[in-house]
């Protein structure tokens, strides 16, 4: 089974950007859809990107449509979220999740990283 780290959160001033990454390690990402969900404090965990395992769809939430591109480079087995335009909102932990031979939206997903933190200041 897959496994998944997340790299790259980190501390932002409004406005900025951020790119997070995800590495894959154990099988291939190209049978894989993956997406990004966040958590923040008090709050229920929710869904922010996703990607089709053929890569060929993306969904969005709309809180971040515009701003966040979900992307991946099967040769690096890496899935990216670039983050721009951030908001204080946008404060959270970041978890990277996949499932095999998923749609770019699932209800579940089977492999989750361990998170990384984003913090945007006002």
């Known amino acids: 089974q897959v496994q998944l780290l997340e790299s790259g959160g980190g501390l932002v001033q409004a406005g900025g950007s951020l790119r997070l990454s995800c590495a894959a390690s154990?099988?291939?990402?190209?049978?894989?859809?993956t997406a990004w969900f966040r958590q923040a404090p008090g709050k229920e965990r929710e869904f922010v990107a996703g990607m089709s395992w053929t890569g060929r769809n993306t969904v969005y939430a709309d809180s971040v449509k515009g701003r966040f591109t979900i992307s991946r480079d099967i040769g690096k087995e890496t899935v990216y979220l670039q983050m721009s335009s951030l908001k204080s909102e946008d404060t959270a932990v970041y978890y990277c999740?996949?499932?095999?031979?998923?749609?770019?939206?699932?209800?579940?997903?089977?492999?989750w990283g361990q998170g990384t933190q984003v913090t945007v200041s006002s």
């Open positions: 154990g099988r291939t990402l190209s049978t894989y859809a």
């Open positions: 999740v996949a499932k095999l031979y998923g749609s770019a939206h699932e209800a579940r997903y089977d492999h």
